[in-house]
């Protein structure tokens, strides 16, 4: 297989086919994006309005500032766990999404349940690894946070983006049980060979795009700086460029999802 072939084969190329072939169905992903989005912001407005009107009836009530502790804990594991339920929601109607564009399938809510219960186990131990984490860095002094925090946090959290890929790619495509779920990603995500390529591809979408950012502002402030009268629709290309950045965001995280999900279908080939 020469280069040009191999490359046409490559994932990166066949992520772009498979988005090609199903426009309809990938912008279906994006409309459950966005309700997901939408969903949280309502939620969270909802939650704020009954909470802000109540705290203090609540603080109150229970007296004892040890109780208003325990019930301002309950309450956060409540909110934490309807937000990690309806981002399992979106995220699992969005995986069958996906799957459709591979095969025939036939949506149905039967493995919601386990799927609901994989995310709270993904974010549980997220956030008891950040606890410990946080725990470590009080003792490094601060001079040194910035270089722990790019040698140790974001390798850390590239880490979890990626198991937490592989796992849900898993459990849609293997029909697997949680635990073998976790098992499978986490094998999968210590072989860093099998899956590298995805994060010099991003590298590369970003690079591109903050290049074609900065070029653009750099015209901008040209322009402006010859015609003051232009100051004024600064404000507009500002807003522009930030719905192109959530655009463009928005659009790696969608290629990283299909990407990952090519990645352990392969497995069933070889």
Same mark, same amino acid.
Request: charge should be positive; aromatic fraction near 18%.
């Given at each position: ?37 939408? &969903? ?13 009107? #109540? ?70 131990? &997220? ?83 903050? &290049? ?13 700086? #010859? ?38 279908? &392969?497995?069933?080939?070889?």
């Amino acid at each position: 297989m020469n280069k040009k072939e191999e490359f046409k084969n490559s994932l990166f190329v066949r992520v772009f086919k498979q988005i090609k072939l199903n426009k309809k169905l990938f912008f279906l992903t994006l409309v459950f994006d966005l309700m997901f989005i939408v &969903g949280l912001y309502f939620i969270s407005q909802l939650v704020t309005l009954l909470l802000t009107s #109540r705290i203090e009836n609540i603080a109150r009530f229970f007296g004892l500032p040890l109780l208003v502790m325990l019930v301002v804990l309950l309450l956060s594991v409540g909110y934490i766990s309807l937000l990690i339920l309806v981002y399992s929601l979106f995220k699992y109607s969005i995986l069958d999404i996906i799957k459709s564009m591979r095969q025939k399938t036939e949506f149905n809510f039967r493995r919601f349940k386990k799927f609901f219960q994989l995310n709270l186990i993904m974010v549980v131990k &997220g956030i008891i690894i950040s606890f410990l984490i946080g725990i470590v860095f009080l003792g490094i002094k601060k001079q040194y946070l910035p270089i722990v925090y790019l040698i140790v946090i974001i390798p850390l959290s590239l880490t979890f983006y990626s198991f937490l890929n592989f796992a849900h790619s898993y459990f849609t495509l293997k029909h697997l049980s949680i635990k073998e779920t976790l098992k499978h990603s986490l094998k999968r995500v210590l072989k860093l060979s099998s899956y590298y390529k995805i994060y010099l591809i991003t590298l590369i979408y970003i690079l591109a795009y903050l &290049g074609v950012y900065f070029l653009m502002a750099l015209l901008v402030r040209n322009i402006v700086s #010859r015609k003051y009268e232009l100051l004024g629709y600064l404000p507009i290309y500002v807003n522009v460029f930030t719905i192109i950045t959530v655009v463009v965001v928005y659009f790696i995280v969608a290629y990283n999802r299909m990407y990952y999900y090519l990645i352990v279908e &392969g497995e069933e080939h070889k």
